[in-house]
């Protein structure tokens, strides 16, 4: 089964500056999609950035950015000149394939951003 | 577009009662919806895949019995907690399917059973 882990429980970053928030994953599929998603105090789940695996430059989104690593199974997320709306929980996801689609979630890490 | 909705926002029952919560697709048509259930400063856990027309698929541990997925509709999903316990209080979130790749998500429902 499909496994996703965020080593970083906690990050923090000072508004304007750049952060970077860790993720890898176990999986035997060759294609597949990883995401990013951010989670507010308000709970509403918000899409960040999409990689599609069979594609290899790296997804950006304004302010963010990844790093996919597919051998080393690595999507790491940058977020560029933080800011203060950046805070919240932020989840890195697969998406298994195969006719079941549904997402694995890791625990997440939980961004601070300092004014 | 891509909005969806969740009713009610937050539900306080009492230990035994029944408690339904909505799910809907509001500017498109959902196939399929996901049931998830996220307990304090934790991550999202599934606890089933609803398809339109057909028996909910649930996820390894989940008591079906408990737990009763509907999806009667393209746009709506409920879920049903059956003779709710306070160990049943949580953050339960929908979201639904708009592509093969893509899902977005409700807002979710706090739930407190006393």
């Known amino acids: 089964a499909q496994t996703v882990t965020q080593s970083q429980p906690e990050m923090s970053v000072q508004e304007a500056e750049t952060v970077t928030l860790s993720c890898t994953y176990d999986?035997?599929?060759?294609?597949?999609?990883l995401f990013w998603y951010k989670q507010p105090p308000s709970r509403q789940m918000i899409l960040v950035i999409r990689?599609?695996?069979?594609?290899?430059q790296n997804a950006t989104e304004n302010r963010f950015s990844v790093n996919f690593q597919k051998a080393a199974k690595s999507f790491s997320l940058k977020i560029s000149d933080s800011q203060l709306g950046d805070a919240a929980m932020y989840f890195c996801?697969?998406?298994?394939?195969?006719?079941?689609?549904?997402?694995?979630f890791g625990k997440g890490t939980k961004l601070t951003v300092n004014p | 577009g891509a909005v969806v909705s969740q009713h009610p926002s937050w539900v306080i029952c009492k230990s035994g009662t029944s408690v339904k919560i909505e799910c809907r697709s509001l500017?498109?048509?959902?196939?399929?919806m996901f049931w998830y259930r996220q307990f304090p400063k934790q991550s999202l856990m599934l606890m089933a895949t609803?398809?339109?027309?057909?028996?909910?698929?649930?996820e390894q541990g989940v008591e079906k019995d408990k737990f009763l997925i509907n999806h009667a509709s393209l746009t709506l999903s409920t879920l049903t907690v059956t003779s709710a316990h306070p160990e049943d209080s949580s953050f339960y979130i929908c979201?639904?399917?708009?592509?093969?790749?893509?899902?977005?998500f409700g807002p979710g429902t706090r739930l407190t059973v006393t």
């Open positions: 999986t035997s599929e060759s294609d597949y999609y």
């Open positions: 500017d498109f048509q959902a196939t399929t």
């Open positions: 609803s398809n339109e027309g057909s028996k909910a698929t649930y």
């Open positions: 990689q599609e695996a069979y594609k290899q």
């Open positions: 996801a697969y998406l298994t394939q195969g006719g079941s689609e549904k997402l694995v």
């Open positions: 979201s639904a399917r708009t592509g093969p790749d893509e899902q977005y």
